[in-house]
């Protein structure tokens, strides 16, 4: 119940084009959405969160969808370039600090010219 | 205001040996949190932390791994007797309470064992 699965695992995609990774969960109780990219020999650096009381958010070229009824989010990154190749992870957890952070496997995002 | 800090970043070690790994939080950030990440795998979680005080520790294997956070100075995360399959990126990452649960994270430390 703990678990957060992801998927693609590995995706590649052209220059200029949408950049899609998607995410479920079980536990009801996850109320705060991150997403972290990390680059190779990085730690990974938080990019965009999303809490349930909304369905989309978008900072720039990330939009986080979230449909709670289904227990689904995902993300899009629009106009990918190639500086966005890297691994993200989504992850799920409660909003108070007394509880870990729960990591998706990570989807490896290649971005070709 | 530095990021969080790890060090060493690369630790080499015989099988056998002790490893420790520290991490120093940002500034004003109470919260603590060890995570470690094998090759081509995501982060899995070993134990939170607040000064002085082991919150949870549910991710930590019960032998040769053990974690601390004194009241001055970093935490430290420690190996014992470190077999080959410890090999891997440990991180750190901290927060403040107050903002939520957004985890700040550092550099990591790649362990590896001969």
């Known amino acids: 119940q703990q678990q957060v699965k992801q998927s693609p695992q590995s995706l590649i995609v052209q220059k200029g084009g949408i950049s899609i990774i998607n995410c479920a969960y079980e536990n009801t109780a996850f109320d705060y959405f991150p997403w972290y990219q990390q680059f190779p020999g990085k730690g990974p650096a938080l990019l965009i969160a999303?809490?349930?009381?909304?369905s989309e958010k978008k900072e720039g070229r990330f939009t986080i969808s979230f449909n709670k009824s289904a227990k689904q989010f995902s993300l899009h990154i629009m106009d990918s370039q190639p500086g966005d190749s890297a691994t993200y992870f989504c992850a799920a957890s409660t909003e108070t600090s007394y509880d870990k952070v729960i990591f998706g496997p990570g989807t490896s995002l290649s971005v070709i010219p | 205001n530095a990021g969080v800090m790890q060090n060493p970043r690369h630790l080499v070690r015989r099988r056998g040996q002790e490893a420790r790994l520290r991490c120093s939080p940002m500034k004003g950030h109470s919260h603590v949190y060890w995570y470690r990440q094998l090759p081509e795998e995501g982060l899995k979680f070993m134990v939170y932390l607040q000064k002085e005080n082991i919150i949870d520790e549910s991710g930590m294997p019960k032998e040769r791994f053990s974690a601390e956070f004194p009241k001055e100075g970093p935490s430290i995360l420690r190996i014992q007797q470190v077999v080959r399959g410890d090999s891997a990126a440990y991180f750190c990452?901290?927060?403040?309470?107050?903002?939520?649960?957004?985890?700040?994270f550092g550099p990591g430390t790649r362990l590896t064992v001969l």
């Open positions: 999303i809490r349930p009381d909304v």
């Open positions: 990452a901290s927060a403040v309470l107050a903002v939520g649960n957004e985890q700040f």
